[in-house]
Every structure is written in C-alpha cells, then in structure tokens.
Nanobody, 115 residues
Framework: QVQLVESGGGLVQPGGSLRLSCVAS????????MRWYRQVPGKEREEVAS????????SYADSVKGRFTISRDNAKNTLFLQMNKLQPEDTAVYYC????????WGQGTQVTVSS
C-alpha cells in the first residue's frame, strides 16, 4: 500500500525558513522521480520542484528558484524541501508526489507565512 506522509509545515514569519519532509512507503522510492506541489484553496495544484530518482537532476518553478531546495535520502525513503526566505505568497498546502504512482496524494502539510 502506497503511503506518502508529509510533515514540517507550520506558521513562519516572512523571511523565515521551514524544512518539509515526505516519508514514502509501498513502492520502490529509489526508482521514482519525485515532486513537491502546493495548492491554495480555489486554485489548481502548482508544481514547485522536482528531483530525479538518484537526486542528480533537480528543477524548480520560477517563483521559488534560489529560495527552495529539493533533496532526497534514498536510504531513508525520504524527500525534503528546504524553504528559505519565505514570503506570504508561499502560503499553501504542500504535497509530495511519486511519479511512478498514479493518482495518489498524501494529506499534505500546511505552510503559512504571515507576520
């Protein structure tokens, strides 16, 4: 049974940092490219960052480039998103996604950036 469990969200002031984690199980994590998405109520889910199965290739949405870093630990079946210089427009529910698994989303983790 596939599971993706996101954590690490919370309330942070503008300019602050958070590190999100996503623990995966039920599939071969080390063979799957992974992505982080975020969603604001009333808007479509937006891709934030992606990483290849080995971690050697990463890409980012223009809105987060230079502030967010995606990484992974295949030995621990865990995906990370380091978010620095957070802005109010980064407020959203953040989800991780395994590209080898269709139509499965975890519960997400809420990130709120506010003073």
């Amino acid at each position: 049974q596939v599971q993706l469990v996101e954590s690490g969200g919370g309330l942070v002031q503008p300019g602050g940092s958070l590190r999100l984690s996503c623990v995966a199980s039920g599939f071969t994590f080390s063979r799957s490219a992974m992505r982080w998405y975020r969603q604001v109520p009333g808007k479509e889910r937006e891709e934030v960052a992606s990483i290849s199965s080995t971690g050697g290739i990463t890409s980012y949405a223009d809105s987060v480039k230079g502030r967010f870093t995606i990484s992974r630990d295949n030995a621990k079946n865990t995906l990370f998103l380091q978010m620095n210089k957070l802005q109010p427009e980064d407020t959203a529910v953040y989800y991780c996604k395994a590209l080898v698994v269709a139509n499965y989303w975890g519960q997400g983790t809420q990130v709120t950036v506010s003073s």
